[in-house]
């Protein structure tokens, strides 16, 4: 986004303040999420936020590109706070629910581990390549996020929900 911004705006600081003022309110929101997790089950709140960062990608870049750079605090915090956070806040526990106790901590800690180098590790390298691929333009980049958010969909649906099924046992027995 900062590179973005400073090549197609020419302007590096909004970027900053605005990715500053999200992280501070995601100090509570990832938390947030977490919490309503617990309520209504770690699939739902997850598969929401998957949706909404697919959906997020082309909006964000499209304000990116002709929006009122004013206005970015909000839109980050939406894409922060709402989208990517509803994925952050459940997914220790929720990873750590697929798990037999036995190889609990192996196997999140390997998923984490590939998770950042495949997913995150590459991104920055990938969104380069299409973006020039492209001809300097985020569309390639917006696919490839949604593409990406498909394949989570997809392993989110395959996933166990533990927290879920305690809470309806719970309120089962209320």
């Known amino acids: 986004m900062l590179s973005y911004l400073a090549e197609n705006r020419d302007d590096s ?3 900053v303040t605005a990715v500053m003022i999200a ?19 770690r699939k739902r709140v997850t598969i929401g936020g998957i949706i909404g960062v697919a959906v997020f990608g082309w909006i964000f870049f499209a304000f990116l590109d002709a929006g009122p750079l004013a206005f970015l605090p909000i839109v980050v915090i939406l894409g922060m706070n709402l989208a990517h ?23 999140v800690n390997m998923g984490y581990q590939l998770g950042t180098v495949i997913g ?11 973006y020039v691929v492209g001809g300097h333009s985020p569309w390639l ?5 949604t593409l990406l958010c498909l394949l989570s969909l997809i392993a989110a649906l395959a996933a166990k929900d533990p927290a879920r099924e305690l809470a309806i046992s719970a309120r089962a027995g209320d």
Do not use: H, N
């Open 13 to 15: 600081t909004a970027g």
């Open 23 to 41: 992280s501070a309110i995601g100090l509570f929101t990832g938390p947030l999420w977490g919490w309503i997790s617990d309520k209504v089950g």
């Open 85 to 107: 956070d509803a994925i952050y806040g459940p997914q220790a526990a929720w990873f750590a629910e697929q798990f037999p106790i036995e190889i609990r901590y192996s196997g």
């Open 120 to 130: 995150g590790g590459i991104m920055p390298m990938v969104a380069t390549l299409l």
């Open 141 to 145: 980049i917006c696919g490839y996020l």
